[in-house]
Protein backbone atom coordinates (compact mmCIF):
# COMPACT_ATOMS: atom_id res chain seq x y z
CA UNK A 1 0.00 0.00 0.00
CA UNK A 2 1.79 3.19 -1.31
CA UNK A 3 1.20 6.43 1.29
CA UNK A 4 -2.28 8.18 0.21
CA UNK A 5 -2.70 10.11 -2.27
CA UNK A 6 -4.49 13.01 -0.59
CA UNK A 7 -5.17 16.57 -2.28
CA UNK A 8 -4.67 19.54 0.09
CA UNK A 9 -5.36 23.05 -0.50
CA UNK A 10 -2.39 25.26 -0.27
CA UNK A 11 -4.06 27.58 1.61
CA UNK A 12 -4.82 24.86 3.82
CA UNK A 13 -4.49 25.61 8.03
CA UNK A 14 -4.94 22.72 10.71
CA UNK A 15 -5.82 23.16 14.14
CA UNK A 16 -3.18 24.48 16.08
CA UNK A 17 -3.48 21.79 19.87
CA UNK A 18 -3.29 18.45 18.59
CA UNK A 19 -5.49 15.95 19.91
CA UNK A 20 -3.86 12.80 21.35
CA UNK A 21 -4.57 9.29 19.42
CA UNK A 22 -2.02 6.93 20.63
CA UNK A 23 -0.28 7.64 23.97
CA UNK A 24 -0.19 10.17 26.15
CA UNK A 25 -0.24 8.14 29.71
CA UNK A 26 3.30 8.14 30.32
CA UNK A 27 6.30 6.17 29.15
CA UNK A 28 5.01 2.09 29.56
CA UNK A 29 4.01 -0.95 28.11
CA UNK A 30 0.48 -0.63 28.29
CA UNK A 31 -1.61 -0.74 25.96
CA UNK A 32 -2.87 2.91 26.26
CA UNK A 33 0.94 3.65 26.83
CA UNK A 34 4.12 4.11 24.06
CA UNK A 35 7.73 3.98 25.04
CA UNK A 36 9.40 6.41 21.88
CA UNK A 37 7.64 6.14 19.25
CA UNK A 38 8.90 6.46 15.86
CA UNK A 39 7.50 6.07 12.76
CA UNK A 40 3.68 5.64 11.60
CA UNK A 41 1.78 5.08 8.62
CA UNK A 42 -2.12 5.78 8.27
CA UNK A 43 -4.82 3.91 5.95
CA UNK A 44 -7.31 4.59 4.04
CA UNK A 45 -9.83 4.29 6.52
CA UNK A 46 -8.17 6.29 8.95
CA UNK A 47 -6.27 2.90 11.02
CA UNK A 48 -3.06 3.88 12.33
CA UNK A 49 -0.04 1.69 12.86
CA UNK A 50 2.80 2.73 14.97
CA UNK A 51 6.39 1.74 15.08
CA UNK A 52 6.64 1.52 19.08
CA UNK A 53 10.25 1.88 19.47
CA UNK A 54 11.18 1.16 22.96
CA UNK A 55 8.34 -1.35 23.54
CA UNK A 56 9.38 -3.93 20.54
CA UNK A 57 6.08 -3.92 19.20
CA UNK A 58 3.47 -2.08 16.09
CA UNK A 59 0.40 -0.83 17.78
CA UNK A 60 -2.61 -0.44 15.86
CA UNK A 61 -5.54 2.00 16.51
CA UNK A 62 -8.74 1.92 14.71
CA UNK A 63 -9.95 6.15 14.07
CA UNK A 64 -11.57 7.20 16.76
CA UNK A 65 -10.63 4.08 19.55
CA UNK A 66 -8.00 6.76 21.32
CA UNK A 67 -7.93 5.14 24.68
CA UNK A 68 -6.54 1.55 24.07
CA UNK A 69 -4.40 0.57 21.08
CA UNK A 70 -3.89 -3.29 19.99
CA UNK A 71 -0.16 -4.93 19.86
CA UNK A 72 -0.23 -6.42 16.02
CA UNK A 73 2.97 -7.25 15.67
CA UNK A 74 6.28 -8.02 18.31
CA UNK A 75 5.79 -7.27 21.88
CA UNK A 76 7.70 -10.64 23.20
CA UNK A 77 10.68 -8.40 24.60
CA UNK A 78 14.12 -7.61 22.72
CA UNK A 79 15.24 -10.44 20.21
CA UNK A 80 16.06 -11.41 17.08
CA UNK A 81 13.01 -14.15 16.84
CA UNK A 82 10.63 -14.53 14.22
CA UNK A 83 7.85 -13.52 16.91
CA UNK A 84 9.95 -11.03 18.08
CA UNK A 85 11.05 -7.25 16.95
CA UNK A 86 14.20 -4.97 18.80
CA UNK A 87 13.60 -1.19 17.93
CA UNK A 88 11.44 -1.09 14.89
CA UNK A 89 11.77 1.76 13.39
CA UNK A 90 8.93 2.52 10.68
CA UNK A 91 5.92 0.04 9.46
CA UNK A 92 3.85 0.51 6.46
CA UNK A 93 0.42 -1.32 5.40
CA UNK A 94 0.37 -3.61 2.05
CA UNK A 95 -3.11 -3.94 1.40
CA UNK A 96 -2.73 -6.14 -1.57
CA UNK A 97 -1.50 -9.19 1.25
CA UNK A 98 -3.00 -7.98 4.25
CA UNK A 99 0.34 -7.71 6.12
CA UNK A 100 2.66 -5.06 7.62
CA UNK A 101 6.16 -4.60 6.18
CA UNK A 102 8.08 -3.27 9.52
CA UNK A 103 11.71 -2.05 9.92
CA UNK A 104 13.24 -4.24 12.24
CA UNK A 105 16.27 -1.72 12.70
CA UNK A 106 17.72 -3.17 15.81
CA UNK A 107 17.68 -6.93 14.16
CA UNK A 108 18.90 -4.77 10.95
CA UNK A 109 16.22 -6.91 8.97
CA UNK A 110 12.51 -5.81 7.10
CA UNK A 111 10.15 -8.35 8.11
CA UNK A 112 6.43 -8.86 6.72
CA UNK A 113 3.83 -9.78 9.64
CA UNK A 114 0.59 -11.06 8.58
CA UNK A 115 -2.31 -8.95 10.38
CA UNK A 116 -4.78 -12.31 10.09
CA UNK A 117 -5.74 -13.39 13.42
CA UNK A 118 -3.87 -15.61 15.20
CA UNK A 119 -0.15 -14.76 13.48
CA UNK A 120 2.35 -15.16 16.11
CA UNK A 121 5.67 -14.79 13.96
CA UNK A 122 6.85 -12.24 10.73
CA UNK A 123 8.88 -13.88 7.67
CA UNK A 124 11.90 -11.69 7.04
CA UNK A 125 12.32 -10.30 3.76
CA UNK A 126 15.28 -8.35 3.67
CA UNK A 127 18.12 -8.72 5.94
CA UNK A 128 21.45 -6.64 6.95
CA UNK A 129 20.37 -3.63 6.22
CA UNK A 130 20.35 -1.12 8.69
CA UNK A 131 16.96 0.23 8.36
CA UNK A 132 15.27 3.70 9.31
CA UNK A 133 12.73 4.52 6.45
CA UNK A 134 10.29 2.46 4.36
CA UNK A 135 8.01 3.61 1.47
CA UNK A 136 6.17 1.72 -1.46
CA UNK A 137 5.06 3.21 -4.78
CA UNK A 138 2.23 2.45 -6.65
CA UNK A 139 3.85 -0.60 -8.93
CA UNK A 140 4.58 -2.35 -4.97
CA UNK A 141 8.32 -1.41 -4.95
CA UNK A 142 9.67 -1.83 -1.95
CA UNK A 143 12.36 1.21 -1.24
CA UNK A 144 14.60 0.86 2.02
CA UNK A 145 16.85 3.52 3.78
CA UNK A 146 20.25 2.10 5.35
CA UNK A 147 21.41 4.87 7.49
CA UNK A 148 24.65 2.84 8.34
CA UNK A 149 25.46 2.80 4.10
CA UNK A 150 24.29 6.16 3.40
CA UNK A 151 22.23 4.94 0.62
CA UNK A 152 18.39 4.17 -0.14
CA UNK A 153 17.53 0.82 -2.11
CA UNK A 154 14.42 -0.22 -3.91
CA UNK A 155 13.27 -3.88 -4.02
CA UNK A 156 10.58 -6.06 -5.82
CA UNK A 157 9.13 -7.73 -2.75
CA UNK A 158 10.17 -10.94 -2.21
CA UNK A 159 13.50 -10.47 -4.06
CA UNK A 160 16.82 -10.16 -2.82
CA UNK A 161 18.68 -8.26 -5.60
CA UNK A 162 17.88 -4.25 -5.07
CA UNK A 163 18.41 -1.02 -7.49
CA UNK A 164 20.51 1.95 -6.01
CA UNK A 165 18.31 4.78 -6.22
CA UNK A 166 19.78 7.27 -4.00
CA UNK A 167 23.12 8.16 -2.15
CA UNK A 168 25.84 4.89 -2.21
CA UNK A 169 28.80 7.38 -2.67
CA UNK A 170 30.20 7.24 1.28
CA UNK A 171 28.71 9.35 4.34
CA UNK A 172 28.82 13.40 3.00
CA UNK A 173 26.86 16.16 1.94
CA UNK A 174 27.41 16.27 -2.37
CA UNK A 175 24.46 16.31 -4.14
CA UNK A 176 25.23 12.38 -4.79
CA UNK A 177 26.09 11.46 -1.33
CA UNK A 178 23.78 11.17 1.75
CA UNK A 179 24.70 11.50 5.70
CA UNK A 180 21.78 9.23 7.64
CA UNK A 181 19.03 8.98 5.47
CA UNK A 182 16.05 8.33 7.50
CA UNK A 183 12.52 8.71 6.50
CA UNK A 184 11.38 8.04 2.75
CA UNK A 185 8.38 9.23 0.77
CA UNK A 186 7.66 8.51 -3.32
CA UNK A 187 5.17 9.66 -5.81
CA UNK A 188 3.35 8.30 -8.49
CA UNK A 189 6.58 9.27 -10.96
CA UNK A 190 8.80 7.13 -8.18
CA UNK A 191 10.84 10.24 -7.37
CA UNK A 192 12.11 9.15 -3.98
CA UNK A 193 12.41 11.64 -1.12
CA UNK A 194 14.43 11.46 1.42
CA UNK A 195 15.03 13.08 4.57
CA UNK A 196 18.81 13.58 4.98
CA UNK A 197 19.11 13.53 8.67
CA UNK A 198 22.72 14.66 9.89
CA UNK A 199 22.85 17.21 6.45
CA UNK A 200 19.35 19.02 7.77
CA UNK A 201 17.66 18.77 4.26
CA UNK A 202 15.22 17.45 2.05
CA UNK A 203 16.65 16.06 -0.94
CA UNK A 204 14.84 14.58 -4.43
CA UNK A 205 16.33 11.94 -6.20
CA UNK A 206 14.19 11.51 -9.65
CA UNK A 207 14.24 7.86 -11.15
CA UNK A 208 17.32 7.07 -12.54
CA UNK A 209 19.11 10.15 -11.40
CA UNK A 210 23.13 10.06 -10.78
CA UNK A 211 22.61 12.84 -7.90
CA UNK A 212 20.08 14.37 -6.01
CA UNK A 213 18.21 17.68 -5.66
CA UNK A 214 17.84 19.97 -2.55
CA UNK A 215 14.57 20.17 -1.91
CA UNK A 216 14.88 22.26 1.00
CA UNK A 217 17.04 22.53 4.47
CA UNK A 218 20.74 22.28 3.33
CA UNK A 219 22.09 25.61 5.23
CA UNK A 220 22.93 24.13 8.24
CA UNK A 221 21.04 23.43 11.69
CA UNK A 222 19.47 26.18 12.73
CA UNK A 223 15.43 27.43 13.49
CA UNK A 224 15.45 30.13 10.87
CA UNK A 225 12.68 29.56 7.94
CA UNK A 226 14.63 27.87 5.34
CA UNK A 227 16.66 25.78 7.99
CA UNK A 228 16.00 22.65 9.79
CA UNK A 229 17.14 20.71 12.43
CA UNK A 230 17.19 16.61 11.95
CA UNK A 231 14.82 16.36 9.39
CA UNK A 232 12.37 13.24 10.48
CA UNK A 233 9.11 12.18 8.78
CA UNK A 234 8.45 13.48 5.17
CA UNK A 235 5.40 13.54 3.15
CA UNK A 236 4.34 15.05 -0.38
CA UNK A 237 0.93 15.79 -1.59
CA UNK A 238 -0.51 15.51 -5.13
CA UNK A 239 0.07 19.45 -5.29
CA UNK A 240 3.77 18.63 -4.73
CA UNK A 241 3.79 20.20 -1.16
CA UNK A 242 6.27 18.99 0.69
CA UNK A 243 5.69 18.72 5.07
CA UNK A 244 8.37 17.53 7.30
CA UNK A 245 8.88 16.67 11.09
CA UNK A 246 11.72 19.69 11.83
CA UNK A 247 12.41 17.13 14.87
CA UNK A 248 14.78 19.32 17.01
CA UNK A 249 13.37 22.25 15.52
CA UNK A 250 9.93 20.49 17.42
CA UNK A 251 7.77 21.52 14.74
CA UNK A 252 6.02 20.48 11.01
CA UNK A 253 6.71 22.64 8.28
CA UNK A 254 5.17 23.52 4.85
CA UNK A 255 6.96 24.18 1.88
CA UNK A 256 5.28 24.71 -1.51
CA UNK A 257 5.98 22.95 -4.50
CA UNK A 258 8.29 25.26 -6.36
CA UNK A 259 9.26 27.38 -3.33
CA UNK A 260 13.12 26.77 -2.47
CA UNK A 261 12.80 29.47 -0.09
CA UNK A 262 11.32 29.54 2.86
CA UNK A 263 8.71 27.01 4.82
CA UNK A 264 6.10 27.61 7.07
CA UNK A 265 5.15 26.23 9.98
CA UNK A 266 2.02 24.57 10.00
CA UNK A 267 1.87 23.02 14.00
CA UNK A 268 4.25 23.51 16.75
CA UNK A 269 7.29 25.72 16.38
CA UNK A 270 5.93 26.56 20.10
CA UNK A 271 9.44 25.71 21.78
CA UNK A 272 10.01 21.75 23.41
CA UNK A 273 7.22 20.87 25.69
CA UNK A 274 4.16 18.23 26.34
CA UNK A 275 1.22 21.28 25.66
CA UNK A 276 -1.23 20.01 22.85
CA UNK A 277 0.73 22.96 21.05
CA UNK A 278 3.94 21.73 21.32
CA UNK A 279 6.25 18.56 20.62
CA UNK A 280 9.13 16.68 21.97
CA UNK A 281 11.02 15.76 19.31
CA UNK A 282 8.62 15.15 16.76
CA UNK A 283 9.22 11.94 14.31
CA UNK A 284 7.28 10.32 11.76
CA UNK A 285 4.54 12.09 9.96
CA UNK A 286 1.33 11.31 7.76
CA UNK A 287 -2.15 12.48 6.69
CA UNK A 288 -4.95 10.91 6.33
CA UNK A 289 -7.30 11.13 2.91
CA UNK A 290 -9.34 14.11 4.33
CA UNK A 291 -5.98 16.30 5.05
CA UNK A 292 -5.84 15.72 8.62
CA UNK A 293 -2.25 15.42 9.96
CA UNK A 294 -0.67 12.97 11.78
CA UNK A 295 2.72 13.17 14.07
CA UNK A 296 4.07 10.74 16.02
CA UNK A 297 5.37 12.89 19.45
CA UNK A 298 8.41 10.85 20.36
CA UNK A 299 9.58 12.54 23.57
CA UNK A 300 6.25 12.79 24.62
CA UNK A 301 5.21 9.42 24.12
CA UNK A 302 2.17 9.94 21.88
CA UNK A 303 0.60 10.31 18.54
CA UNK A 304 -0.62 13.61 18.07
CA UNK A 305 -3.67 14.03 15.33
CA UNK A 306 -3.82 18.40 13.86
CA UNK A 307 -7.47 18.67 11.64
CA UNK A 308 -8.10 20.43 8.85
CA UNK A 309 -9.85 23.60 9.30
Given at each position: MPALRVNIPANATW??????IAGGNGRGNGTNQLKKPYGLFVDDDQTVVIADWLNNRIMQCKNGDTTNGQVVAGGKGIGGGLHQLYCPADVLIDNETDSLIICDRG????????????????????????????????QRYLYVSDIRKNKVRRYQLGEKNYTLVAGGNRKGDGLN?????????????QTVYVSDHNNHRVMKWNKGAKEGIVVTGGQGKGNALTQLYHPSGIF?????????????????????HGDKGQGTVIVGGNGQGERADQF?????????????????????????RFSIE
Open positions: TQNGVTNQRVVRWSRRSGTTQGEVLIDNIDCVGLAMDEQLNVPSYLFVDRQVDTLGTLYVADSRNHRVMRWINVPRGLSFDQHGNLYVVDMGNNRVQ
